[in-house]
C-alpha cells in the first residue's frame, strides 16, 4: 500500500470518527467502489487520465449532488489531486484503519481441503482466544498442503502445513550432512 493511499484513508476516518460516522462513511465509500466496478461510465470518468480533473469533478459532483456531505467533499478533493484511479486502494486501506481501530485481526487461512463453516468457526474462535482480538477470517484452499493449516495474519505466518513439516525435516537434513 502506497503511503499516499495511507494519508487520504487516514484523513478520511479522522473526519468520520470527529463526526462518529465511521461505520456510514466506510460502507458509503465502499458503495461507491462498487458502483465504479459496475458502471463502465463512471469508471471511466475516474480512470481516463486524458480527461481534466476539472471534468472529472464536475461529473463526480454531479454524480453525488444528494450525498453524505463528508464523502463527497472526500472524493471531490481526491478528483482535484488527480487521485482517483486509486480509489479502489484509498477503500481499501480505510477499511485496514477501521478494523486497526476496532482491534480487528484480518487472518488468512489456507487449508488442504475445504473447512465446514462449523470448523471455521471453531478456528477463528481458538485464535480469537490465543490473541486477545475479534478475527475476521479469509478462507483459501490449497490441495498442495497435503493436510494442516497455513495462517497469515499481517507480516506473521504460522505454517502447520504437512508440506511445511517436510520441507522443514527437508532442510534439517540437507543441513547435517
Same mark, same amino acid.
Given at each position: 500500500?502506497?503511503?499516499?493511499?495511507?494519508?487520504?484513508?487516514?484523513?478520511?476516518?479522522?473526519?468520520?470518527a470527529?463526526?462518529?460516522?465511521?461505520?456510514?462513511?466506510?460502507d458509503? /465509500?465502499?458503495?461507491?467502489?462498487?458502483?465504479?466496478?459496475?458502471?463502465?461510465?463512471?469508471?471511466e470518468?475516474?480512470?481516463?487520465?486524458? $480527461?481534466e480533473?476539472?471534468a472529472?469533478?464536475?461529473?463526480?459532483?454531479?454524480?453525488?449532488? !444528494?450525498?453524505?456531505?463528508?464523502l463527497?467533499?472526500?472524493? /471531490? /478533493?481526491?478528483v482535484?489531486?488527480?487521485?482517483?484511479? *486509486?480509489?479502489?486502494e484509498?477503500a481499501?486501506?480505510?477499511?485496514?484503519?477501521?478494523?486497526?481501530? *476496532?482491534?480487528? &485481526?484480518d487472518v488468512?487461512?489456507?487449508?488442504?481441503?475445504?473447512?465446514?463453516? *462449523?470448523?471455521?468457526?471453531?478456528?477463528?474462535s481458538?485464535i *480469537?482466544?490465543a490473541s486477545?482480538?475479534?478475527?475476521e477470517a479469509?478462507?483459501? +484452499?490449497?490441495?498442495d $498442503?497435503i493436510?494442516g493449516? +497455513? /495462517?497469515?495474519? !499481517?507480516? $506473521?505466518r504460522?505454517?502447520?502445513?504437512?508440506?511445511?513439516? &517436510?520441507?522443514?525435516?527437508?532442510?534439517? &537434513?540437507?543441513?547435517?550432512?
Amino acid at each position: 500500500m502506497a503511503v499516499v493511499h495511507r494519508v487520504y484513508a487516514q484523513a478520511l476516518y479522522d473526519a468520520a470518527a470527529e463526526r462518529g460516522r465511521v461505520d456510514q462513511v466506510r460502507d458509503d /465509500l465502499a458503495s461507491f467502489v462498487q458502483a465504479s466496478h459496475e458502471v463502465p461510465e463512471l469508471r471511466e470518468l475516474l480512470r481516463n487520465p486524458r $480527461l481534466e480533473p476539472g471534468a472529472k469533478r464536475a461529473g463526480v459532483e454531479e454524480l453525488l449532488g !444528494g450525498s453524505d456531505e463528508l464523502l463527497r467533499n472526500f472524493l /471531490l /478533493l481526491v478528483v482535484e489531486k488527480g487521485r482517483a484511479a *486509486e480509489i479502489d486502494e484509498i477503500a481499501r486501506e480505510l477499511d485496514r484503519i477501521v478494523a486497526e481501530a *476496532e482491534g480487528i &485481526l484480518d487472518v488468512e487461512l489456507t487449508t488442504a481441503v475445504d473447512l465446514s463453516d *462449523e470448523e471455521e468457526r471453531d478456528l477463528v474462535s481458538r485464535i *480469537e482466544k490465543a490473541s486477545g482480538r475479534k478475527v475476521e477470517a479469509t478462507r483459501n +484452499v490449497d490441495p498442495d $498442503l497435503i493436510g494442516g493449516i +497455513v /495462517l497469515q495474519a !499481517g507480516s $506473521l505466518r504460522l505454517d502447520a502445513s504437512v508440506r511445511g513439516r &517436510l520441507n522443514r525435516l527437508r532442510q534439517n &537434513l540437507a543441513q547435517r550432512r
